[in-house]
């Protein structure tokens, strides 16, 4: 499976209340194109969706906040995981898209298999967390046990390299601030 077709399962198991932080690339295009607008699309933010997310989980106690990040997003990122994992926002959900790739900039590969992520998760002492690869039979299960648990949550999936040829986010990065400030406070 493609992190393209986890977005997609992922349409009906959102709600109207749930913020989802999208890290930049093809991950934000995939979460423009498929589900419910506005998002938090981050562009030109390598690194940046979990501290981004932290901060809106905090701000926000009443909204769910789903992180879809990369892994070479999350391993630019990771002392903002270590600092989200000590604060365990139980309304912020993680879900990483481990394809071992910079897709986004051309395929150069990440080092994301130099750890062991199932390890590296259990070693945060986190609520909910699993590692695996994703696949069609338990994608729905998964997804549904990771958005559904009442606490910080981390879904590492294992994905395949690919990509839908999808159009650039036509808004500017001030129009999306302004969509998600009006789509929060109202």
């Given at each position: 499976?493609?992190?393209f077709?986890v977005?997609t399962?992922?349409?009906?198991?959102?709600?109207d209340n749930?913020i989802?932080?999208?890290?930049?690339?093809?991950?934000?295009?995939?979460?423009?194109?498929l589900l419910?607008?506005?998002?938090?699309?981050?562009?030109?933010?390598?690194?940046?969706?979990?501290?981004?997310?932290?901060?809106?989980?905090l701000?926000?106690?009443?909204?769910?906040?789903?992180v879809i990040?990369?892994?070479?997003?999350?391993l630019?990122?990771l002392g903002?995981?270590?600092?989200?994992?000590?604060?365990?926002?139980?309304?912020?959900?993680?879900?990483?898209?481990?394809?071992?790739?910079?897709?986004?900039?051309?395929?150069?590969?990440?080092?994301?298999?130099?750890i062991?992520?199932?390890?590296?998760?259990?070693?945060?002492?986190?609520?909910?967390?699993?590692s695996?690869?994703?696949?069609?039979?338990?994608?729905?299960k998964?997804?549904?046990?990771?958005?559904?648990?009442e606490?910080?949550s981390v879904?590492?999936?294992?994905?395949?390299?690919?990509?839908?040829?999808?159009?650039?986010?036509?808004?500017?990065?001030e129009?999306?601030?302004e969509?998600?400030?009006?789509?929060i406070?109202?």
């Amino acid at each position: 499976m493609k992190g393209f077709d986890v977005i997609t399962e992922m349409k009906d198991l959102i709600t109207d209340n749930d913020i989802i932080v999208s890290s930049n690339g093809n991950i934000s295009r995939e979460v423009y194109h498929l589900l419910p607008k506005p998002q938090v699309y981050l562009r030109g933010s390598m690194g940046l969706p979990i501290s981004v997310g932290l901060g809106l989980a905090l701000a926000n106690p009443d909204k769910k906040i789903i992180v879809i990040t990369g892994d070479g997003n999350f391993l630019m990122g990771l002392g903002s995981f270590v600092t989200t994992a000590f604060y365990k926002p139980k309304n912020l959900k993680i879900l990483i898209l481990d394809n071992s790739s910079y897709f986004t900039t051309g395929g150069q590969q990440t080092v994301s298999s130099a750890i062991v992520f199932s390890n590296f998760l259990e070693s945060f002492k986190i609520g909910f967390t699993a590692s695996k690869i994703a696949s069609k039979d338990d994608l729905r299960k998964d997804l549904t046990e990771f958005l559904s648990a009442e606490t910080f949550s981390v879904l590492h999936l294992i994905t395949e390299v690919g990509k839908e040829n999808l159009e650039n986010i036509p808004w500017h990065p001030e129009k999306i601030s302004e969509k998600i400030i009006a789509r929060i406070t109202k």
